[in-house]
């Protein structure tokens, strides 16, 4: 059985691409440090030369020329927190930007709520959409669009989309929200055309609390000026961590994507019973949805811990979640399917095997057919 939603699914790295992206980011640390450096986990503080930790600014120089871009910031408060603190830098209370029509992930709606941004809603689906309202639309300051998908439906091509805003706008600003496809897709936003790329350094197995903000050093600068109060630091040790732990992330994530796909497979082919298909999406991190045929979403998410499994997350993909997660499908994605919240789970073998998952859904499904 195919995927019906096969042309919503983004493209992973390969193997043999994650480990080139593991090697440059690697290349570009021995750049940067040199004379056993590396081994000086980091300072505190504001360097008088830098306003913040000189360690993180060290590591923000590294990811920088690692995602081809000109700056980069580290803040607080994960993607969530990239995302206000860009926002907020390019943008007063109530200016408009242009989103897509989709449900907007629950933080960034709070985002936009908190700082009273009015919303030009635009199908990204729909290309000539795009186009009449970057005609039409002249309140505008910034393009927003989030890499990952928002519904099942949802189809865009973010490197299309990219050129399109900026042959036709080329003075409209573009955020991207990069969270769960930042060395994990071939390329970023920012490396797509994009101004500013966000995302989180805890789903990408570094520590809690550390976003990551990559695009025009002009507004990074202003960033990195604006957030003068020692306690808002990222701290140095802090910045080399997130740097120790991003050199494990793209070859793990690869691995993760190919028992992702393994798991699909199997599943459509009738390796367990009691399930209607079986199909990939980036609801968030790249997981497969499973359609049950019976109502009994609920109690499959609740009796999976027993058998091993995690039901909910810490941050999708974060260092802690390392066991097979069999959890609720998405918000946003229930905003549009709310079927789903009785008849779908969501899936993702993180560093199992799909054997690993099967088997625990199995010894799930069995226990609640006997009851």
Do not use: W
């Not at 570009?28 to 830098?50: M, Q, R, S």
């Not at 499973?290 to 979403?297: C, G, N, Q, S, Y």
């Not at 058998?307 to 974060?318: D, K, L, Q, R």
């Not at 079927?339 to 088997?359: Q, V, Y």
């Amino acid at each position: 059985m195919g995927n019906k939603y096969e042309q919503s699914v983004l493209k992973n790295m390969t193997l043999e691409e994650s480990k080139g992206l593991q090697f440059r980011l690697m290349d570009e640390i021995t750049k940067e440090f040199k004379n056993n450096e590396f081994f000086h986990l980091g300072d505190v503080g504001l360097h008088p030369d830098y306003h913040r930790p000189l360690m993180t600014a060290r590591v923000e120089h590294v990811l920088a020329k690692t995602f081809e871009t000109e700056a980069c910031a580290l803040v607080r408060g994960s993607g969530t927190g990239a995302i206000r603190v860009i926002l907020s830098t390019l943008l007063e209370a109530g200016d408009q930007c242009i989103v897509h029509t989709a449900p907007m992930y629950t933080t960034t709606k709070e985002t936009f709520r908190l700082m009273g941004l009015k919303q030009n809603q635009v199908n990204f689906n729909d290309h000539s959409a795009i186009v009449q309202a970057l005609q039409e639309d002249k309140k505008s300051k910034v393009f927003y669009v989030q890499h990952s998908r928002q519904q099942p439906s949802d189809v865009y091509d973010l490197k299309e989309i990219l050129l399109l805003v900026k042959e036709k706008r080329p003075d409209l600003l573009i955020v991207v929200d990069d969270n769960y496809c930042a060395m994990k897709t071939k390329k970023i936003g920012t490396q797509y055309g994009a101004d500013f790329s966000t995302f989180s350094g805890f789903k990408l197995l570094g520590p809690v609390g550390i976003g990551v903000i990559l695009g025009k050093k002009e507004m990074i600068e202003q960033i990195h000026q604006r957030n003068y109060s020692g306690g808002g630091q990222v701290q140095g040790f802090e910045a080399h961590e997130l740097l120790r732990s991003l050199a494990f992330a793209p070859v793990m994530i690869a691995i993760q994507n190919e028992q992702v796909e393994e798991l699909c497979f199997r599943l459509n082919n009738g390796e367990v019973q009691g399930i209607s298909e079986a199909y990939i999406t980036n609801a968030q991190s790249k997981n497969v949805i499973v359609e049950l045929i019976e109502p009994i979403a609920t109690r499959v998410i609740e009796l999976a811990s027993k058998y091993g499994a995690a039901t909910f997350p810490v941050g999708a993909e974060s260092r802690f979640e390392l066991i097979p997660m069999i959890y609720r499908v998405s918000g946003s994605f229930l905003e549009s399917r709310p079927e789903l919240k009785e008849h779908g789970i969501r899936i993702n073998p993180m560093k199992s095997s799909a054997t690993t998952a099967i088997r625990i859904l199995q010894k799930t499904l069995a226990e609640i057919s006997r009851g």
